[in-house]
């Protein structure tokens, strides 16, 4: 038979998972594979890549060699590999072995650790996996509540449609909320906390009045929805700010969305957003504590 490899991994496994390291070790291995120009193909879980080659429907004697690539060796989706590809060489790479014994280790003719009992560990293969291009880190800030707009309210129809146009973008989504707590490790203890991740943004995808103001008081563009018909508080901030990406809830689609994020990543938008940023620090406008004194007089 003419050699071809199976790379298989925890992330061919439908209920298994893809990690981003495992993905990393992955790409390791397909470089040098490719830099011999040796083929290969990779299975993917179909829960997590549908409609690409999946274990269930590989033909196991197409290939003379099977991979398994980074994780640990243990468990019976990989002594059922053993089993399918019984015919193959099979060879894991960059794994931890548990226990050396185990049927899920001892079923490879080979076994090229990352770390076992008694051999000294090398490094993973993620980290000299090939350079990836950085993508743009999005704070996405949401709300379903705002019971007070009763009828007019579109929170879950806002906060449907951009999260699954979000998960089509490529970007480094951080999902962020703008309460703080002094007993949840997952929130903010003050607001000098959120607004050092805000910072850190290039951009802010938000449905909330503060997930705009924290944004651009950071320098960050925003792209805000203002998810109550006919306008509210979200649009008036806007207004007032002068910022103008800002998309309705009757006119949210694809692309309006596709227009302002366009926008928001480009140096107009950034030189847009620090402009609004510099007119909170300089304090030219009144806001209502300037106007606090004249009601206490």
Same mark, same amino acid.
């Given at each position: ?7 298989? !991994? ?45 274990? +269930?429907?590989?033909? %196991? ?56 009992? !008694? ?41 449907? +449609? ?12 951080? +999902? ?50 203002? %998810? ?29 969305? +596709? ?39």
């Amino acid at each position: 038979m003419r050699q071809r490899i199976l790379l298989t !991994g925890w992330f061919s496994f439908r209920d298994g998972e893809a990690t981003a390291g495992d993905v990393l070790a992955l790409r390791r291995v397909e470089d040098v594979l490719r830099r011999e120009d040796l083929a290969y193909d990779v299975a993917w879980s179909p829960a997590f890549r549908p409609g690409d080659l999946d274990l +269930e429907h590989v033909r %196991p004697r197409a290939y003379s060699h099977l991979v398994f690539v980074c994780g640990p060796l243990h468990g019976r989706q990989i002594t059922e590999l053993h089993r399918r590809f019984r015919h193959c060489v099979r060879i894991a790479v960059g794994v931890s072995v548990i226990d050396a014994d185990d049927p899920a280790v001892t079923g490879f003719h080979r076994v090229l650790a990352r770390d076992a009992p !008694g051999a000294e560990p090398v490094e993973d293969l993620a980290a000299r996996a090939p350079a990836t291009p950085s993508t743009p880190v999005v704070g996405v800030v949401l709300t379903l509540g705002h019971g007070e707009y009763g009828a007019l309210r579109r929170h879950g129809q806002v906060a449907e +449609e951009l999260t699954r146009w979000l998960a089509g973008k490529d970007c480094a989504r951080l +999902e962020l909320e703008t309460r703080l707590d002094t007993g949840d490790w997952h929130l903010s203890t003050t607001p000098g906390q959120l607004q050092s991740v805000f910072a850190r943004l290039d951009l802010v995808v938000t449905d909330r009045l503060h997930g705009l103001v924290l944004g651009l008081r950071a320098g960050a563009p925003v792209l805000a929805v203002d %998810p109550v018909a006919g306008g509210a508080k979200v649009t008036a901030q806007a207004q007032a700010c002068g910022w103008p990406a800002v998309i309705p809830a009757e006119h949210l689609d694809t692309p309006q969305l +596709e227009l302002w994020w366009h926008w928001c990543r480009s140096a107009t938008g950034r030189a847009a957003a620090l402009r609004v940023r510099a007119d909170f620090t300089s304090g030219t406008a009144p806001d209502n504590a300037d106007e606090l004194l004249t009601a206490l007089a």
